[in-house]
């Protein structure tokens, strides 16, 4: 019995399959599991990183980050940009595919190419065409002098509200166009007789985009949503090149003080910062599991 | 069955050529031959020589960046700047083989930036393997002292070091000097200069003489004529790294540690020196720039200020805007109570690594060029790189006695090596950086409204955190 399975046509198809996943495996396993297991043992670590000795007590780097001032407000600032620039991007992004979606709309593709344009450019550049355009001598506080909204230049990264908000508003020029791509995609699922059966109901455009878009929609969401969160918790690039972290650290976020524990100011304190990380990804773990569950409305 | 061995095999050779070609220059060649592989069986034992080749070479290349095999009359040397530290080392080769040897040849690779060495010794005293290290590096002096606390293995001192070491100034020495061990050759000289745009001073109605000397009172009064005079700024640095502390603090002759302790709380003239900066700041006396390329392209550059101070490489960077040529001149630092302030900030030091397998050559090759004062080696150094030094010795050279026309034929160079002479000697820390971050938060907060001696309170307590001093 177990000779004639093994010689089954089945049989040798699964063997080929796992032929063909054995390289990609080996490379995940060596260049990434392997790292994350060495990452954890490190992060029970301390000293300088030629001589790292296990912490005393082991769990020594887990409860420094608590008593961490600066770390606490990286998490803060990671946690405004999270609640404040996710649902204002994906509420934007989805009312957009919804516009876009419509057949009567003319330059469709025009327009959905624009939008999409910003994640095509790189996330050091455009930081770096933000910075320019909000510098105190920049384009964006020429154009407000000029039409008199300011009264002299004002220095929007160098105050705490105004440098949090461009990055907020970077975020959103960014990824917008992103997400309402999966949007867009997740519309071409739906049937169009769905929507024909609802205006011959008599239900407006409100009524349709609530009760049929959203509903159908709600896989893509949940993926969008997901991915959005594991993307802001890691933001790392827009708080170096756009803001350096500053003014007085209020802009900085997790990954970038991990950074800077780790490289970014000639110190190499790598027991604390995989402390951090780890800190991250249960962070990341119990936010993604959390959108599932609520998510989820299967019985 | 015997096309599937050959295929498992030539996918095995694929995965273990891609690890390989990770990181290393050759992986164009690899990835071509990775390709070759893939399409005929046939050629795979042409492939994999050339698999072996690429590996070859990429082997060499590694080896050409790093510290010359034993017994050569070749030195390696990392460097980061190719407008200023990199001609002074070409000057320091040129001057031993025209004295010394003239067989003797020096490497000099450049890197984009000064944390490339950092992280490269970060990386080898991590992993223990110090193999990719050159024989000499060149390092920023402020991180020196922590890097051979934390990587002891990654150095080697300057013992026995034919070096006239009283020739160099004190201040400078204290950086590279580790419990009275000489580990580094100073390259280039840190001491600070305040510079001023003295056609905006005279607009304002003050001199030069008004200002050399003078107490930071009447820095801030002159600051307010001049700022509503013309519309610039007498003072500007970087908010985020902020040195105006630490460089005002060593005027004064003070530091932020006392044996090894951050002191902040109980130090009087931190607080007033803070507070001076905070007030300079609110009264458009002093600029604060974002970050540092804010400080140089925008503040400096972009023609917003009559006044700087910083250490003397920042000479450059005033000097791109040539419209102000011959307006400018420098002195020194104001201080609390009056009289001439005298501090550096910034510089590096040329260090020779463990790797160095010609440890005997590059001590002589450094004593005999930036060690012994050498007129050849420092003359093309300021010529070609604008680098100036610190030893007296060759401080004298009628180089440094000429007029620089952009400072209105001020003899700079001269007075910037007599005002490195005075600079005092204040303890140094391995949390220098870290100082200078947590009161920079301090004070930006303190721009904003929040109370100053609760903010320093706060700077201290977070510096003691990350030190682990409770």
Request: proline content about 2%; aromatic content about 10%; overall charge negative.
């Amino acid at each position: 019995m177990d000779n004639k399975h093994k010689n089954s046509v089945r049989a040798k198809q699964d063997r080929a399959g796992w032929y063909f996943l054995t390289p990609a495996t080996l490379l995940i396993a060596i260049m990434s599991f392997y790292p994350i297991i060495q990452a954890l043992l490190t992060s029970f670590k301390t000293g300088s990183s030629a001589a790292m000795t296990w912490a005393e007590p082991i769990t020594f780097n887990y409860a420094r980050m608590f008593q961490d001032r600066r770390f606490m407000t990286a998490v803060g600032n990671t946690f405004l940009y999270l609640i404040v620039q996710v649902p204002i991007m994906l509420i934007l992004a989805i009312l957009l595919a919804q516009l876009l979606n419509n057949k009567d709309v003319k330059f469709r593709g025009l327009f959905r190419t624009c939008i999409f344009l910003p994640c095509a450019t790189s996330l050091v550049s455009y930081s770096l065409i933000f910075k320019s355009l909000f510098a105190t001598q920049g384009l964006i506080n020429t154009i407000l002098v000029n039409l008199g909204i300011l009264k002299e230049n004002f220095n929007f990264l160098g105050t705490p509200w105004s440098a949090r908000m461009i990055i907020i508003i970077a975020l959103v020029w960014r990824w917008t166009g992103y997400n309402m791509v999966f949007y867009l995609a997740g519309l071409q699922g739906i049937e169009y007789s769905v929507y024909e059966a609802a205006k011959i109901d008599g239900a407006n455009g409100w009524k349709t985009f609530w009760h049929i878009t959203v509903p159908l929609l709600r896989p893509t969401i949940i993926m969008t949503f997901i991915m959005s969160i594991n993307g802001t918790l890691q933001l790392f690039d827009e708080s170096v090149n756009l803001t350096s972290g500053g003014p007085a650290n209020s802009t900085i976020t997790m990954s970038h003080y991990i950074y800077n524990n780790s490289f970014g100011q000639g110190v190499a304190n790598f027991g604390y910062a995989s402390a951090m990380s780890f800190f991250v990804f249960i962070l990341v773990a119990i936010l993604a599991a959390i959108n599932l569950k609520v998510g989820d409305k299967r019985d | 069955m015997k096309k599937k061995l050959v295929s498992m095999m030539l996918v095995g050779a694929m995965t273990v050529t891609a690890i390989t070609g990770c990181g290393s220059s050759g992986t164009t060649e690899t990835a071509e031959t990775t390709e070759e592989t893939a399409e005929t069986t046939e050629e795979s034992a042409e492939a994999t020589e050339e698999t072996a080749e690429a590996t070859e070479e990429t082997a060499e290349t590694t080896e050409a960046a790093a510290a010359s095999e034993e017994g050569s009359n070749t030195l390696t040397v990392w460097a980061w700047d190719a407008n200023f530290n990199i001609p002074a080392l070409e000057a320091a080769a040129e001057d031993y083989k025209a004295n010394v040897d003239s067989t003797f040849e020096l490497n000099i690779v450049e890197q984009s930036q000064s944390s490339d060495v950092e992280d490269a010794i970060t990386l080898a005293g991590s992993s223990g393997d110090y193999s990719a290290l050159p024989d000499i590096v060149l390092f920023q002096d402020h991180y020196i002292q922590r890097y051979v606390a934390d990587y002891p293995d990654a150095w080697n001192t300057l013992e026995g070091a034919d070096i006239d070491w009283d020739d160099f100034g004190a201040e400078k020495l204290s950086y590279s000097t580790i419990d009275g061990v000489h580990y580094g050759v100073p390259v280039d000289n840190g001491t600070a200069i305040m510079a001023y745009r003295v056609d905006l001073l005279e607009e304002a109605g003050y001199t030069l003489d008004d200002m050399t000397g003078c107490t930071w009172e009447k820095f801030i009064e002159v600051g307010k004529a001049v700022y509503e005079k013309t519309g610039k700024y007498l003072l500007c640095m970087d908010g985020d790294g902020n040195d105006l502390i630490y460089m005002m603090l060593q005027a004064e002759g003070q530091s932020q540690f006392t044996d090894g302790v951050p002191n902040f709380t109980e130090n009087e003239t931190l607080k007033e020196v803070c507070s001076l900066i905070v007030q300079m700041a609110q009264e458009n006396v002093l600029y604060l720039a974002n970050d540092w390329s804010d400080y140089t392209d925008q503040a400096i550059q972009g023609d917003m200020v009559a006044g700087v101070m910083n250490g003397n490489w920042i000479i450059p960077t005033i000097e791109q805007v040539s419209d102000n040529s011959g307006k400018w001149e420098i002195t020194s630092l104001p201080t609390i109570n009056g009289g001439e302030g005298y501090a550096a900030n910034g510089g590096s030091s040329l260090y020779i690594t463990s790797n160095s397998k010609n440890v005997e050559l590059a001590q002589k090759f450094l004593a005999a060029t930036f060690g012994a004062g050498s007129t050849a080696t420092y003359d093309a150094a300021l010529t070609n790189g604008g680098v100036i030094t610190c030893s007296a010795k060759a401080g004298e050279s009628d180089v440094y006695q000429q007029g620089v026309e952009y400072f209105n034929n001020q003899a700079i160079y001269a007075k910037i090596v007599e005002m490195g002479a005075n600079v005092p000697v204040v303890e140094q820390s391995d949390y220098h950086y870290s100082a200078r971050s947590v009161l920079a938060t301090a004070i930006i907060n303190a721009i904003n409204g929040a109370d100053l001696d609760a903010e320093i309170e706060q700077a201290e307590s977070d510096l003691k955190f990350e030190m682990g001093i409770n």
